[in-house]
Structure formats: C-alpha cells, structure tokens
C-alpha cells in the first residue's frame, strides 16, 4: 500500500502564493503517476495537475500558468507551487498516486487533504 500525507495548506489573499507537500511512504517504488485534485463545497472533485513517467506534467485550464506540479523521487515528495491564487481556487486540495507501473484510470491512493483558502 502507499501512504500519502500532505501539508502546506492554509488561509491566504488573493494574489498570494502556497506551497503544498505530499509525503509519500510504502510501496512506492515504481510509481510513474502522481498528481494533485481539489474539491470545493458542493461541487465535484477535479484534477488540478498530474506528472507522469518522464516527467510530463499537465495542468487543468483554470491554474495554467499559476501552478506549478513537481516531484523529488529521492525524497519521495510530491509539490505543488501556487501563485496568484484567486478565491475560485478555494477547496480541499488532495494528493493521489497511481499503482506502480501503471497510469491508467483513477488513482489508486489518496491522501487525507489540506485546505486551500483564498480571501478576497
């Protein structure tokens, strides 16, 4: 199993910037595909940003540009670095990984989720 934990979240302006973590523990030799999902109140979870094998990264619409998705396989740390953070992107920020050697479908593991809130 793998294990994901992430921090970073909190209460910031509009315009601001964060930095949100994912520890990564277990099995987690071979994973290829880990990627970050929010969800606001009353709305359905969606993908933010994803980085896969070889390091491709994709990124939704709405944080083109604002968001930055990395991963320190050595630390086995996944990152997330927001800047000109607008109130739309409030939400439960959530950590997920895929089974190792696979990045079809829906992740497989997920974290506890941090809280993103931006003031306006």
């Known amino acids: 199993q793998v294990q994901l934990v992430e921090s970073g979240g909190g209460l910031v302006q509009t315009g601001g910037s964060l930095r949100l973590s994912c520890a990564a523990s277990g099995i987690i030799f071979g994973i290829n595909a880990m990627a970050w999902y929010r969800q606001a109140p009353g709305k359905e979870r969606e993908l933010v940003a994803s980085i896969r094998s070889a390091g491709r990264t994709s990124y939704a619409d709405p944080v083109k540009g604002r968001f930055t998705i990395s991963r320190d396989s050595y630390k086995n740390t996944l990152s997330l670095q927001m800047t000109s953070l607008k109130p739309e992107d409030t939400a439960m920020y959530y950590c997920?990984?895929?089974?190792?050697?696979?990045?079809?479908?829906?992740?497989?593991?997920w974290g506890q989720g941090t809280q993103v809130t931006v003031s306006s």
């Open positions: 997920a990984a895929w089974r190792p050697y696979d990045e079809s479908g829906e992740a497989n593991f």
